[in-house]
Nanobody, 115 residues
Framework: QVQVAESGGGLVQPGGSLRLSCAAS????????MGWYRQAPGNERELVAT???????NYADSVKGRFTISRDNAKNTVYLQMNRLKPEDTAVYFC?????????WGQGTQVTVSS
């Protein structure tokens, strides 16, 4: 089995920055996709940014130019640097990992952007 655990959420003012971390543990091989999704109240879970197994990245249009996904393979960790945050970025951010056609999710971390 594989597990993921997020950290780094919190309250930030508009225009501020946060960095989220996602550490994977367990059977961390044959990972097809790993990255970040978010879910705001009343909305469906949506893509934020992901890595594929080939190292390519995919970003939601709403975060392009503001968010950056990166990874540390030695630590089995993926990061999400979020800059110029907006109130509409407020959501629970989930780390997800796709392996053998099945998604594994963390419990999520709350990001609130408010003055």
């Amino acid at each position: 089995q594989v597990q993921v655990a997020e950290s780094g959420g919190g309250l930030v003012q508009p225009g501020g920055s946060l960095r989220l971390s996602c550490a994977a543990s367990g059977s961390i091989f044959s990972i097809a996709v790993m990255g970040w999704y978010r879910q705001a109240p009343g909305n469906e879970r949506e893509l934020v940014a992901t890595f594929t197994s080939l190292g390519s990245t995919n970003y939601a249009d709403s975060v392009k130019g503001r968010f950056t996904i990166s990874r540390d393979n030695a630590k089995n960790t993926v990061y999400l640097q979020m800059n110029r945050l907006k109130p509409e970025d407020t959501a629970v951010y989930f780390c997800g990992l796709l392996r053998y056609g099945s998604w594994t999710w963390g419990q999520g971390t709350q990001v609130t952007v408010s003055s």
